[in-house]
């Protein structure tokens, strides 16, 4: 896999977890599934790391709030110029084509 294609999937990674039709439950269990190190660029992984933080343990964000934090959540950690229009232009779907789609891009980042 060339680093533009792993890069590429990394971002549809994100991407399917931000979807907003997916489930919180949905992006927690793939949260915990993926370890952080699989994922090769450092601002994806700072993303990743982010949407986790406000995933896992006794708070579980929704869609929206996740959305809404994320932006200021990855700037706070010293990337302030990242692209997160793209990332989260989502098109309208439902929770279980969203869920698939994160299965999706995981089994091509994980294996």
């Not at 060339?2 to 890069?7: D, E, F």
């Not at 971002?11 to 907003?20: N, Q, T, V």
């Not at 309208?92 to 891009?105: G, L, M, N, Q």
């Amino acid at each position: 896999m060339s680093t533009n294609t792993g890069t590429q999937a990394e971002r549809e990674f994100l991407r399917a977890l931000c979807e907003l039709d997916l489930p919180a439950t949905v992006r927690r269990e793939f949260c915990s599934r993926l370890p952080k190190e699989k994922l090769a660029g450092i601002e994806y992984r700072v993303i990743f790391e982010e949407i986790c933080a406000v995933t896992t343990g006794a708070h579980l964000a929704t869609a929206s709030d996740l959305r809404e934090q994320l932006p200021g959540r990855v700037t706070a950690r010293g990337f302030p110029d990242l692209d997160f229009e793209s990332l989260l232009d989502n098109q309208k779907v439902s929770p279980e084509e969203a869920a698939t789609r994160v299965e999706k891009c995981f089994f091509r980042i994980s294996g």
